[in-house]
């Protein structure tokens, strides 16, 4: 009979190991260290960490191993058990092993715990107290370096703590894929250093900093900041990117100090990319909006809450007596959580009349599309059989779904890289399908069944055609197998898909994923949108035609009009680009910003700045002042990241919880009490009184939600988040919730913080002390589910057909643009730690390119589009095709100058100065 303790392990896999004369039953090949964690029996580690591959170095978890010639000390994290194996932790060999170790360890370590940040949680205190000899019988002068040094822009180093362990450079290597750090001398002249001419400039580099075990790696933005008896932490989900990595928010005396991963094996098993890490800084920056304000004879000023949503209301009630709501848009709302997102979806349509509705900002994909393709989780894609990357650079716009594919790409999983210009993914790529800008639908068409594989596919040969075919193709079948070919149901296979370049239309992106649904139907798809909440703000409706819970307008339309009690519009609205022409040419009455800078956010920066200029009434609903709030009519501040409680939904359709940890400053409301008290003032009543209420009506009413209310994401079973649908008679668990267990080793800084919890009421419905809006708020009302069937979800649309580009002339060059991660942003720009590290804008091109215009690496020169111009600086890149440049985003220059937003690519001309 199988132990208890070996959860999971299957009979006939199972060994049967002793481990301190308990049997244990054990996976073949299994550490001794994890099937000793598992059984409740803990061994002092250093080195060892469970996402990395062990190395044995620090020899802390020495036990003695049962061998043929008897018992051996063997380290635990390094050999792995057998059938009938002994295992013995707490002999007197082993212990006196560790206490010798230790001993060794703290010949050169500083006895700084009372002004090191690592103390008390610190691996090296607590393990020395508890495995330690007690005394140390080593008298002479300690080792002594300059310290700190600074060896990234977001890393000290203090060398005399180095326990050696290799964690640091190992993560850099291995994980991150950046050995830009290693270990330099020998002796007791070692040390961790980085490269003379290159820096520690890793995103990731604040992992290294966390999984250190002593206080040698530490982080400008936390150094000499609190201690963790000072600190107070929760347990919440961020939203920097939409992959949704679990961390903890850690503060101190009210202040956000600190955020660290959390080991959440689904989605980013505790890492986090620096933007994630150190965004925090954002949220106490002095450009945060405190109090509502109004324009008053062309300047903004301060107002009351009472006095601007009255304005906001006289102007809404203009606005839809004018054009029956028709002239009313809202653009934004990614970063907004899911019951903020819901309800200004909800007053969009039933109170304000509108459909024109959209969290994206022109650098996304068709709504329908994205809801209505089969979806795959992160872990499905780093199992597939094989993985079709239709997207942009993922390591700068979704750090950490990098760093899983990373890994599942140098274990298993086979790569297949559609792309105009390499990513960072390119070098691990079995197949690289080089395509001309725009012209991805042309490429993903020649691989379909019975397709021709010619050279002329969007221009990729057709060997790299077949090639790809066979990895993608299951088992020949058929009476093509015969014939050579291969039947692509696609089982097994996982599209990453998202926009390639926001300098091309989506409308090629979107025929591919059609293409590859109607040629792969057993593939599934992980959207690569990457806008912060932009997964679940498209659930709650924040797009045109699309209804809460993945439901078209049409399906679902007298559904939620009685769901609601009002009469939702009939018409499908406008996109962002169709509100902003509409606003650009006078029609549009008024435009809300849901946390959203068009003038920064959009690709067509001419196009933002004419509409924000001839729209009649502008408001922008956000956390900070931006580019976009100067040309607003009304500004209303509202609570942001680490303020908020509610939930957000990442790529793979995981709902997580989000939590409070501070209050907002000022006078900023949730945003959900913003639409509550707007729908109020138009005489009518949204139905909701607090955020778990909202979560409550988004599981009885939205289709794809259905189910997932705040019982089960306060239990066990919720703790990493739960995908949605849920599948149909599934019954989760609704027990308590319980603890997570945190590996105090393995993920320093969490354990030792009391936790406080993830409260779902966090942010009440009341106002702020002195601004209680006039007249007594009206019961809530509680509709109950309308007697009709309810909707079905969103599919895929099919394919539609699209024309090739036009073709591009001999003196032009087909424009690429890519994100980078810390492109100047809102939460880059307004965080210390972060605003120095945006890039310089720069254009790479072909080498012959630029030798045509005499330009060398470094050159600026000018570039020009229909649109506008841009003068930067060029880079030579052998990698990219003739004809083909790039822009990556960064300070010195907007690639949004360049691009003309309807068209299908956008074409530039390099000029010399």
Request: aromatic residues 4%.
């Amino acid at each position: 009979m199988s132990d208890p303790s070996a959860a999971g392990v299957g009979e006939k896999a199972a060994v049967q190991v002793s481990i301190d004369g308990s049997l244990v039953s054990a996976r073949p090949g299994e550490l001794i260290i994890e099937v000793a964690e598992r059984a409740g029996v803990y061994i002092p580690r250093f080195c060892y960490h469970p996402h990395m591959e062990p190395v044995g170095m620090c020899r802390m978890c020495l036990v003695e191993v049962s061998g043929p010639r008897g018992f051996s000390l063997q380290p635990a994290c390094f050999t792995r058990v057998a059938e009938g194996q002994e295992i013995l932790t707490r002999s007197a060999p082993a212990r006196k092993a560790q206490e010798g170790v230790l001993e060794f360890l703290l010949l050169n370590h500083p006895l700084d715990c009372p002004v090191c940040d690592k103390g008390g949680e610190c691996p090296l205190q607590d393990q020395a107290l508890s495995h330690g000899p007690g005394e140390s019988r080593f008298l002479e002068e300690k080792r002594h370096w300059a310290k700190p040094i600074e060896i990234g822009p977001l890393v000290y180093l203090d060398r005399e703590r180095c326990i050696q362990c290799a964690r640091c450079t190992r993560f850099a290597e291995e994980v991150a894929g950046e050995a830009q750090i290693d270990f330099l001398g020998r002796g007791d002249h070692i040390e961790v250093a980085p490269f003379t001419s290159v820096p520690f400039g890793s995103y990731f580099s604040g992992n290294t900093v966390q999984i250190c075990p002593v206080g040698a790696l530490t982080s400008p933005a936390y150094r000499f900041k609190a201690r963790p008896w000072d600190l107070e932490q929760v347990e919440t989900t961020c939203t920097t990117c939409a992959l949704g990595c679990r961390m903890v928010a850690q503060s101190s005396a009210g202040a956000l100090v600190r955020n660290l991963g959390v080991d959440c094996v689904p989605v980013n098993q505790s890492w986090l990319c620096d933007k994630g890490r150190y965004g925090f800084e954002a949220v106490a920056s002095p450009a945060r909006l405190t109090t509502p304000l109004v324009r008053h004879e062309g300047e903004l000023v301060p107002a009351s809450w009472h006095d601007a949503i009255g304005v906001l209301a006289d102007e809404a009630r203009r606005a839809r007596s004018s054009a029956r709501g028709s002239a009313i848009g809202v653009i934004g709302g990614a970063r907004l959580s899911n019951e903020d997102a819901y309800a200004w979806s909800k007053l969009a349509r039933a109170v304000l009349g509108t459909d024109s509705l959209d969290a994206q900002l022109g650098d996304g994909l068709p709504a329908e599309l994205v809801l209505g393709l089969p979806r795959a989780t992160i872990d499905e894609a780093c199992s597939a059989r094989a993985v079709l990357l239709l997207a942009g650079d993922l390591r700068e716009e979704l750090p950490v779904l990098y760093l899983r594919l990373r890994a599942a790409a140098r274990s298993r999983v086979a790569l297949v890289e559609c792309s105009p210009v390499p990513t960072s993914l390119s070098p691990l790529a079995e197949v690289l399908l080089r395509h001309r800008p725009g012209e991805v639908a042309q490429l993903v068409a020649a691989l379909a069944p019975g397709a021709q594989a010619q050279s002329e596919a969007a221009g990729v040969g057709a060997a790299e055609i077949e090639a790809a075919r066979a990895l993608l193709a299951g088992a020949p079948g058929g009476e093509e197998a015969g014939e050579g070919r291969h039947s692509l149901h696609g089982a097994g296979v996982v599209v990453v898909l998202g926009r390639q370049s926001t300098a091309e239309s989506a409308a090629a992106v979107a025929e591919s994923a059609a293409l590859l649904h109607e040629a792969l139907p057993d593939a599934r798809f992980l959207p690569a949108l990457c806008r912060g909440n932009v997964l679940g703000a498209l659930d709650m409706g924040l797009s045109p035609g699309v209804l809460p819970g993945r439901v078209a307008l049409g399906e679902g339309r007298e559904w939620y009009s009685r769901a609601w009690g009002a009469e939702l519009p009939a018409a499908r609205g406008l996109d962002t680009e169709g509100m902003l022409r509409a606003a650009a040419a006078g029609e549009l009455e008024m435009l809300l910003l849901l946390g959203a800078d068009p003038l920064q956010d959009f690709p067509d920066r001419r196009l933002a700045r004419e509409a924000l200029e001839g729209v009649g009434f502008l408001v922008s609903v956000g956390t900070h002042a931006d580019a976009s709030c100067e040309l607003a009519d009304l500004v209303l501040p509202v609570a942001g990241d680490a303020e908020r409680a509610g939930t957000t939904t990442n790529v793979e359709g995981r709902v997580s919880r989000l939590a409070q940890k501070v209050v907002p400053p000022g006078r900023a409301w949730p945003a959900w009490v913003v639409a509550a008290e707007l729908a109020r003032r138009l005489g009518s009543d949204l139905g909701l009184d607090g955020v778990e209420g909202i979560t409550e009506e988004i599981s009885r009413l939205a289709p794809a939600y259905r189910g997932l209310d705040p019982v089960l994401l306060g239990s066990p079973a919720a703790r990493d988040g739960v995908v949605v649908p849920l599948p149909p008679g599934h019954v989760p668990s609704r027990g308590p919730a319980v603890p997570r267990r945190i590996d105090p080793v393995a993920t320093p800084g969490i354990a030792s913080v009391e936790e406080q919890g993830a409260p779902m009421r966090a942010g009440a419905a009341e106002p702020p002390a002195g601004e209680h809006l006039d007249g007594a708020s009206p019961a809530p009302r509680r509709f109950e589910e309308p007697a009709v069937d309810r909707p079905p979800v969103l599919s895929a649309p099919p394919p539609l057909g699209l024309p090739a580009p036009p073709r591009l002339d001999a003196y032009s060059q087909r424009l690429v643009v890519r994100r980078r991660l810390y492109e100047g942003g809102t939460l880059v720009s307004k965080s210390p730690s972060l605003a120095p590290l945006e890039p310089r804008a720069e254009l790479s091109a072909h080498p012959a390119e630029l030798a045509r215009l005499g330009l060398g690496d470094g050159d600026r020169a000018r570039v020009r589009s229909a649109r506008g111009e841009l003068v930067v600086p060029v880079a030579a890149d052998e990698h990219l095709e003739r004809g083909v440049v790039v822009l990556s985003a960064g300070s010195g220059g907007s690639a949004s100058e360049l691009i003309d937003a309807s068209a299908a690519v956008n074409d530039v001309r390099l000029e010399t100065l």
